[in-house]
Every structure is written in C-alpha cells, then in structure tokens.
C-alpha cells in the first residue's frame, strides 16, 4: 500500500505522520529539533518504515519557497544558529525520490483548516498563530499564497495601543505584530506569563486591539472568506469576542463583511490543522 507522509518542522519539535490514501492517520510522532543531522535521522527512521508516495513538508521559517532560487528549499535567516542556510527539502529528497510539497507551517495549517476545519466550504481563508511568536498563512483560489517568498503576517506594523511603551519583543521591528501581541509581548507587559493571566486583567483589550489592527489590515488586503485564529494565547476563551468588538470599531463599517462571528473564529483542527494540511499538499503533489 501507498503512505502519504507529513512533516510539520518546527523550532521546538518536528511532527511527522503516515496517512492512508482517505488521510486516516496511521503513525504521527514528535520529535525534539535538535542538531540538524540528528533530527533527520530520527525522521528518517521512522519514515524509512513506509513506502511513501508523496511528502508534505510544512516548516519553520524563514524559508526559500522560490523554485527559481538557488535556495529554494532552504531555511533562511532563522535565529536557531544550526538549522540557518539549511537545505531541509534537499536532504529528504536525497533521502527519498518521491514528489514533496514545500510551504511553511502555517501555510499548512491554512490549506489544511480551509480544507476540513474552520474553513471548510470557502476557496480562502487566512490562518493566524498567536503564541511564543506570530505566524499567518494564507489561501487564495484554493492555492497556498507565495510568490517571490512566503508571507510574513507576524511582522507588518501597527499603530500603537494608547499609552503603551513596550519595548518591542522582536528584535527587528518596533511596532510589529509579533513584537506587541505574541505571548513574550504579554509576559513583559505584565510580568505574568500568558497562559497565567486572568480572564480579567486590562492587557486583554489590548491585544484584542493589537490583533483586531492586524485582521483588519489582512481583511483590507486579501479580502478572504475566513479569518481563522489557532495557537496558544488563542486558548483564552474571552479574547476572541474582545477582538471581533476591537475589529468593527477599527474597520468603521468601511468594507461589507459576513457576520464577524462567522468570519473571525477559533480553529477546529487544533493541534492537526498543519499535520493535514502537509497531507493534504501531499496528496496534491502524487
């Protein structure tokens, strides 16, 4: 029988799973990343168990998603020392001589919750991870977004919250997404960290206006049929009505929407949205 493989390369753990051809999960397990050579000996091990037909890689980025490029397929510019200028795609497909899909983790996520999660029955939806950092993916027409590269929601600029003179948790950019509103912004707002904070505490409106800035822009710029919001600090269950508020004072009745309650919403697939996807490319791809 024929597998369909996924990896969902993260900086933190790499999630690899085998999927029959109706995408029933088989095998999934997950792996410490570590030094690059280890890591992949420890995919290898468990993929060489498996006759695969296609590959589905969704990883952390920055990464080369040019086909054109001299790099494509590499990991970029990243802050993890030993996984920078890494040639990812390259070492599988030495490894194995079968089609791969090549995108980010979040790109991933977002074909696979418009697929069968939260976006299921739209052509486009955008995903978007709050958590240690922030991340977003996007699907247009039914296609993963990329073009010369690959998006980087987490790092376009805000205008500032009233009052709030954070030094920036992102080392390269003052007024970014990730650098105001990801889970180190809140714990060095409030000293707390933020899966400890109370429901109640006065920092939730404020990254309700933070991230309700952002959708806005996404909204203004992609126009998609969905607005889908997964990752850890999405876990408080009071923060997603915060932001639809936040986000219809912003945008002002500007632009026609669907009810913000079915436009913006939580994740179905959890902690599988970017296991699927990376099956689903896979499928794509054979």
């Known amino acids: ?19 029959d051809e109706s995408l029933t999960i088989l095998e999934r397990i997950s792996l410490p990343t570590t030094m690059p050579e280890e890591t992949l000996a420890n995919v290898f ?5 498996y006759q695969l037909k296609a590959l589905g890689v969704g990883s952390f980025g920055p990464i080369d998603v040019n086909e054109a490029s001299k790099t494509y397929g590499y990991i ?12 990812l ?48 993916g996007a ?6 977004l990329q073009g010369f590269s690959h998006p980087e929601m987490g790092h376009i600029s ?34 707390i960290k933020g899966q400890l904070l ?29 607005i889908i919001l997964g990752g850890g600090v999405m876990k408080q ?7 639809r508020a936040s986000f219809a004072k912003q945008l002002n009745n500007y632009v026609s929407l669907p009810d913000l309650e079915q436009y913006i919403v939580s994740c179905e697939l959890k902690d599988n949205s970017g296991t699927l996807g990376c099956l689903l490319l896979a499928k794509a791809q054979a």
């Open 158 to 191: 805000l205008q500032r919250y009233p009052e709030d003179t954070l030094e920036s948790a992102c080392p390269y950019h003052e007024n970014c997404v990730e650098g105001l509103a990801a889970g180190p912004a809140l714990e060095k707002r409030t000293g």
């Open 1 to 19: 029988m024929d597998y369909y493989g996924s990896i969902e390369a993260g900086g933190t753990k790499f999630v690899c799973a085998v999927a």
């Open 45 to 49: 091990a468990f993929f060489d168990k």
């Open 237 to 243: 269950a009071q923060l997603l009505p915060k932001i």
């Open 89 to 136: 795609l390259g070492a599988l497909k030495e490894r194995y001589n079968i089609p791969m899909a090549w995108t980010t983790d979040v790109n991933a996520a977002a074909y696979g919750e418009m697929k069968l999660g939260a976006g299921k029955h739209t052509q486009s939806c955008i995903y978007l991870t709050v958590g240690t950092g922030v991340g977003g």
């Open 139 to 144: 699907v247009v027409n039914g296609q993963v």
């Open 198 to 226: 109370p429901e109640t505490h006065e920092v939730w409106e404020m990254e309700a206006y933070y991230l309700a800035q952002a959708i806005m822009n996404y909204t203004l710029v992609l126009s998609p049929e969905k």
């Open 76 to 87: 970029t510019s990243t802050p993890k020392v030993s996984w920078k200028n890494f040639n």
